[in-house]
């Protein structure tokens, strides 16, 4: 496959592109950071202390798509080799810490994520700045934060709104209501483009079907609270119970919809499949990202029953020695 990879330096300004790269992987994570590993060859130019230490972002061009993250420390020597690795950008909001006692009242958490990285970077450029898409409407909410570190921040508020965010490869912020779309037209068939028997991982260990919420006030006998249960999950798995407190939400109608929410995503078994594809129609590694809903048609899925239907794309990572694409998928209730 091609595939480019330059070195840019703390300001983002390119020091270099790498010219003999021997083997090289890189991977998306929806909400979550992903990592790169580079071998270049010890005789290629641009492998200096100088640029190593001096250039800790890198810029991958893809097929499958860009990919930007920051360099760790070091320079591992596997013989005639040096190994790079790299975090994605979401790293760059790691180790970023909030103001002391801020409070953010009576906003959604799009608004919210917003103002936070606009004053981290008054403070000291994060260089990820807000993207074309902020999605601002949504929940209420009430926050009191103190010295959070901002990745892990803006992973909790994704996780309470079920929202999805990413750092783009040119150290773009987007926040979404939910990332990506549904592409029927992308097909991950096995035999023709999913190249190795699908891994499937199959758990009721997740399952919650009687959901309470506990939402803010300032004794246990004030707070406002919510429950939602399901009855034919629990006729078919047992009763699983759960309690989630949001200390940010303070309406009852907010709450409800939260706990009908989680309901929603945990009823049934997590289900997910871990595929190997190359890039052949009818899935292209350009047509799906993380957050896509795709096909996949698996004939020796489940138990040799066949399996067809519509998954979302959680993760990817390419390996461009292989050609190979691994693909770790959700199977949707």
């Not at 758990?203 to 009855?231: F, M």
């Not at 809903?293 to 998954?311: E, T």
Request: proline residues 3%; contains cysteine; aromatic residues 10%.
């Amino acid at each position: 496959m091609n595939f480019r990879i330059i070195l840019l330096d703390k300001n983002a300004t390119p020091r270099g592109e790498l010219a003999k790269v021997r083997s090289a992987t890189w991977s998306w994570i929806l909400n979550g950071e992903g990592a790169a590993e580079i071998g270049i060859d010890a005789s290629d130019a641009r492998a200096t202390v100088d640029l190593m230490t001096r250039a800790p972002l890198v810029i991958i061009y893809s097929e499958a798509g860009n990919w930007g993250g920051i360099l760790k420390r070091g320079v591992e020597q596997q013989g005639t080799l040096l190994m790079l690795r790299a975090w994605s950008n979401e790293r760059l909001l790691r180790n970023r810490q909030t103001e002391q006692t801020r409070s953010m009242d009576n906003q959604t958490n799009g608004a919210i994520v917003h103002t936070l990285l606009t004053e981290a970077n008054a403070v000291w450029p994060t260089l990820v700045v807000p993207g074309s898409y902020i999605y601002t409407a949504g929940l209420i909410h009430y926050y009191e934060i103190h010295y959070d570190d901002l990745l892990r921040r803006f992973q909790d508020m994704a996780a309470v709104d079920w929202h999805d965010f990413e750092v783009t490869w040119d150290r773009k912020l987007n926040w979404y209501d939910r990332k990506g779309s549904d592409k029927p037209n992308v097909v991950l068939a096995e035999g023709r483009n999913a190249v190795r028997y699908p891994r499937y991982t199959y758990s009721e260990d997740t399952i919650v079907n009687d959901q309470h919420c506990v939402g803010a006030g300032p004794t246990w006998a004030s707070k406002v609270v919510s429950r939602a249960l399901d009855t034919t999950s629990q006729n078919t798995y047992g009763m699983w119970q759960a309690v989630a407190t949001y200390p940010s939400i303070s309406d009852q109608d907010t709450l409800d919809l939260k706990a009908e929410t989680l309901l929603a995503n945990s009823k049934d078994p997590a289900q997910t499949l871990d595929l190997m594809v190359v890039d052949k129609p009818t899935g292209l590694w350009a047509s799906f990202a993380e957050g896509d809903r795709v096909r996949a048609i698996l004939s020796s899925y489940h138990f040799d029953a066949g399996f067809d239907a519509m998954v979302r794309v959680l993760a990817r990572e390419v390996n461009a020695s292989a050609s190979t694409m691994r693909v770790v998928v959700e199977v949707e209730s």
